[in-house]
Nanobody, 115 residues
Framework: QVQLVESGGGLVQAGGSLRLSCAAS????????MRWYRQAPGKSRELVAA???????SYADSVKGRFTISRDNIKSTVYLQMNSLKPEDTAVYYC?????????WGQGTQVTVSS
């Protein structure tokens, strides 16, 4: 059974930092592209950051220079380090694992940034 379990969300003041983690089980983690999405109230889900199996990364323009995605294939975990947080970063953050036709989602973790 595939599971993606996010953790690390919470309430932080603007300018602060949080580190999200997503622990995967039930998949050959090293094969999968891993992505972080977010969804704010009343808005559609958006791609925040991605890291492929080879380690290359990409980011939404809104988070470039502030967020860093990384992965640990031994621990089957992907991370999202979020610095210089802004109130507009407030959202539920979701972990996604994708390979070929396989696509899995975590349950999400709330990030709230106060001004």
């Amino acid at each position: 059974q595939v599971q993606l379990v996010e953790s690390g969300g919470g309430l932080v003041q603007a300018g602060g930092s949080l580190r999200l983690s997503c622990a995967a089980s039930g998949i050959r983690f090293s094969l999968y592209a891993m992505r972080w999405y977010r969804q704010a109230p009343g808005k559609s889900r958006e791609l925040v950051a991605a890291i492929i199996s080879g380690g290359s990364t990409s980011y939404a323009d809104s988070v470039k220079g502030r967020f860093t995605i990384s992965r640990d294939n031994i621990k089957s975990t992907v991370y999202l380090q979020m610095n210089s947080l802004k109130p507009e970063d407030t959202a539920v953050y979701y972990c996604n694992a994708h390979w070929a036709t396989a696509d899995y989602w975590g349950q999400g973790t709330q990030v709230t940034v106060s001004s």
